[in-house]
């Protein structure tokens, strides 16, 4: 097993010119040097959709939730493995092998109504400054470009409503200012990085 | 790879379906023949024709072409061909957002929102006007004329109580989400397409947002849906007046 520590390690010495780049600041356009190629953001945003469903389905079947919060949650599960089909079956359709899913361990996610919002809300708020921070590097993939875009929308959906259930305050909580922010891919794996046991690309 | 190439390939049947409709763009929207004249000379320069053809048969629907057209008439000299599209979608960004922000803003006024509801439909109205500036500002930077606000009305009774205001809301919430997701591939310069992205994912929290206060579903589809400029400007143009 991977410890935290030598995956962002070893994931940093893969990507120096991100890391490099995100002590500048952050700088939208520098995406596509991240990648290296679009294949390559597909699976990064196939990886980060893996750990969602799975999160999802972990924490619904806790029976968590009611109401709303059970509605919702179970609604947005069935999104995220939509997004996994989609995306794996697009690899696939350019000729390429999807990652295998990653190993995940969410801790004490689970514990409580209160700690399963607050981690969905979290993740959710990851995903899209992901979609977000990944989108140049498709910038010459139009079709592409608009298929990522149109999960990154449905994200930021997940995202509002779990600020609403998590009762996070209006402005820099549902919402989180008037422009989404964008997130490097190395910011992404240091978020994601506790869930992470094992991961093929991040 | 090109986009023609993946389309045909992508097996998933909702995302070629979102893929596809950005692809017809150039031909449902194009075909008009009439010549573009402002005072006898010719107002807008496109590097393709079928580009102003789309452009103006969008602009007569919601009839406020002539302020679309006036707004940018003096900017081609100034611009390179690729900007010319691009601040072409600002401006049609422009014109929703100033639609939006106005709505909200005398929506907030006539007080039909209180409690839960006030609180997160007021920083919705904030936004739209951070949208609005930014969008001007950004079609400034580009040596193009910002788009005028149009006039706007409404159907009587509105903003008579909250949910009339908040089913309005909606609509033109998830409008201006397909709106945003329809012009993704149109969209040439990569900074002017982070600008947009990162307003549309906004214009997705309010949509499930308002569709939650609303008791409806925030999610309605796992990939959001998009629209073309003719499709959104003519369920825009109702609540146009000038």
């Known amino acids: 097993m991977i410890n ?6 070893g994931t940093a010495a893969i990507i120096p ?3 490099a780049l995100q002590m500048l600041g952050t700088k939208w356009a520098f995406a596509a040097d991240e990648f290296s190629g679009p294949v390559d953001v597909l699976n990064y945003a196939l990886t980060l959709e893996y750990l969602e469903a799975e999160f999802y389905r972990q924490g619904n079947g806790a029976d968590l939730l009611n109401g709303k919060a059970k509605t919702y949650l179970e609604a947005i599960q069935k999104d995220e493995e939509a997004h996994v089909v989609a995306l794996k079956d697009t690899i696939k359709s350019l000729g390429h092998s999807p990652v295998a899913a990653p190993k995940v361990d969410f801790g004490g996610a689970f514990k409580s109504k209160h700690s399963y919002l607050e981690t969905a809300y979290t993740f959710e708020n990851l995903g899209v400054s992901a979609y977000l921070g990944a989108a140049p590097a498709l910038l010459k993939e139009k079709g592409l470009l608009t298929a990522a875009a149109s999960i990154f929308g449905v994200e930021a959906r997940h995202a509002a409503i779990l600020g609403v259930l998590a009762k996070k305050q209006a402005e820099g909580g549902v919402y989180r200012t008037a422009f989404e922010k964008p997130a490097t891919r190395a910011t992404v794996l240091k978020a994601a990085s506790p869930f992470l046991v094992k991961a093929q690309t991040l | ?6 389309i045909p390939n992508c097996p998933h049947r909702e995302m070629q379906l979102m893929t596809s409709e950005n692809e017809n763009l150039a031909t449902t929207e194009g075909g008009g023949t009439t010549a573009p004249l402002f005072d006898g000379l010719p107002v807008m320069k496109f590097k393709h024709e079928d580009q102003r053809r789309r452009f103006l048969r969008a602009a007569v629907v919601v009839g406020v072409g002539s302020g679309l057209v006036a707004a940018t008439q003096h900017d081609k000299l100034a611009l390179a061909d690729a900007s010319a599209n691009d601040l072409e979608i600002l401006n049609y960004a422009l014109t929703l957002e100033y639609l939006e922000a106005d709505f909200y803003t005398r929506g907030l006024k006539g007080g039909a929102l209180s409690g839960h509801a006030l609180d997160l439909v007021t920083p919705i109205r904030d936004h739209e006007q951070e949208h609005v500036e930014a969008l001007t500002a950004t079609v400034k930077s580009l040596g193009g004329k910002p788009a005028a606000k149009p006039e706007f009305k409404y159907p009587s009774g509105t903003f008579d109580d909250r949910e009339k205001f908040l089913t309005t809301a909606s609509a033109f919430e998830e409008l201006g989400v397909t709106a945003y997701h329809g012009q993704v591939a149109r969209v040439e310069d990569g900074d002017i397409l982070a600008a947009a992205a990162s307003i549309a994912g906004v214009e ?5 947002v308002l569709a ?3 008791d409806g579903n925030p999610f309605p589809s796992s990939f959001e849906k998009n629209a073309n400029m003719k499709t959104v400007l003519k369920a825009a143009g109702q609540f146009i007046k000038s």
Do not use: N, P, W
């Open chain 1, 4 to 9: 935290r520590r030598d995956l962002i390690k």
């Open chain 1, 17 to 19: 010119s991100a890391v």
């Open chain 2, 1 to 6: 790879m090109t986009e023609r190439q993946l």
């Open chain 2, 204 to 208: 997705s929290r309010h949509a499930a």
């Open chain 2, 212 to 214: 939650h206060l609303l």
